[in-house]
T-cell receptor
Framework: DQQVKQNSPSLSVQEGRISILNCDYT??????FLWYKKYPAEGPTFLIS?????DKNEDGRFTVFLNKSAKHLSLHIVPSQPGDSAVYFC????????????FGKGTKLTVNP | KAGVTQTPRYLIKTRGQQVTLSCSPI?????VSWYQQTPGQGLQFLFE???????NKGNFPGRFSGRQFSNSRSEMNVSTLELGDSALYLC???????????FGPGTRLLVL
C-alpha cells in the first residue's frame, strides 16, 4: 500500500515557465512533508519542507503548497531552469520527525532550453 | 563540513553471499537512517539508528540488519543475498535540531 504517491512519472517544461510537481498521501497521521531532488549517481538533496500547520512555504524559486483536506501537496518551481532537470521525490513523516521518511516514487522533470 | 560518506560506492556480489555497507554521517549528527532504492519500489526506509540503538525499522526481512558505533558511524549488513537485493542503498544523517535528512551518494549493489 503506497502511502505517498506521485502519479506523474515524468514532466517536461520549457525554460522560464512554471513546473508543478504533485504528490498525494493517504496517511492522515503525516504531519511533515519534504521535497528532495536527485541527480543520477548522487543521493537525494533536500529542497524544501512544510509542516502540516502551514499551507505554503517559499524558498526562492521553490514553493510548496499543502492542502490537508485533499491530502495533496505540490511543488512549484518558477522560473524553471535547465539545471532543475532531475528526479523529484516527495516524502512524508509523522510526529514531526524526519528520521523515518516515506517517499513517493519520484517524478522526472526535464526543463528544455 | 564534510557530507555523508558511504563506502564502497559500487559492489558486485553473488547470490547467497553477504555484504556490509558503511556510512559516516555528518559530524555532530547522531541519527543515521538507511534506505533502499529500486526502480520498481522507489525509496524505501530500512531502519534508523540513534545513539547506537535502532529506533525505527521498516518492513524488510531479518536478512537486513544494521548497527551504529559510538562515533555515530553506521553499517548495514545483508545476509544470504538474493537477486532482488540489487539496489542503490542510501544512508542519511540528521541532528535533532534539523528537520531534514542529508543523504550520502549511496552504494550501488549488484547481485548476480
Amino acid at each position: 500500500d503506497q502511502q505517498v504517491k506521485q502519479n506523474s512519472p515524468s514532466l517536461s517544461v520549457q525554460e522560464g515557465r512554471i513546473s508543478i510537481l504533485n504528490c498525494d498521501y493517504t496517511n492522515s497521521m503525516f504531519d511533515y512533508f519534504l521535497w528532495y531532488k536527485k541527480y543520477p549517481a548522487e543521493g537525494p538533496t533536500f529542497l524544501i519542507s512544510i509542516s502540516s500547520i502551514k499551507d505554503k512555504n517559499e524558498d526562492g524559486r521553490f514553493t510548496v503548497f499543502l492542502n490537508k483536506s485533499a491530502k495533496h501537496l505540490s511543488l512549484h518551481i518558477v522560473p524553471s531552469q535547465p539545471g532543475d532537470s532531475a528526479v523529484y521525490f516527495c516524502a512524508a513523516s509523522y510526529q514531526g520527525g524526519s528520521e523515518k521518511l516515506v517517499f513517493g516514487k519520484g517524478t522526472k522533470l526535464t526543463v528544455n532550453p | 563540513k564534510a557530507g555523508v560518506t558511504q563506502t564502497p560506492r559500487y559492489l558486485i556480489k553473488t547470490r547467497g553471499q553477504q555484504v556490509t555497507l558503511s556510512c559516516s554521517p555528518i559530524s555532530g549528527h547522531r541519527s543515521v537512517s538507511w534506505y533502499q532504492q529500486t526502480p520498481g519500489q522507489g525509496l524505501q526506509f530500512l531502519f534508523e539508528y540513534f545513539s547506537e540503538t535502532q529506533r525505527n525499522k521498516g518492513n524488510f526481512p531479518g536478512r537486513f540488519s544494521g548497527r551504529q558505533f559510538s562515533n555515530s558511524r553506521s553499517e548495514m549488513n545483508v545476509s544470504t543475498l538474493e537477486l532482488g537485493d540489487s539496489a542503490l542503498y542510501l544512508c542519511a544523517s540528521s541532528s535533532p535540531s534539523q528537520e531534514t535528512q542529508y543523504f550520502g551518494p549511496g552504494t550501488r549493489l549488484l547481485v548476480l
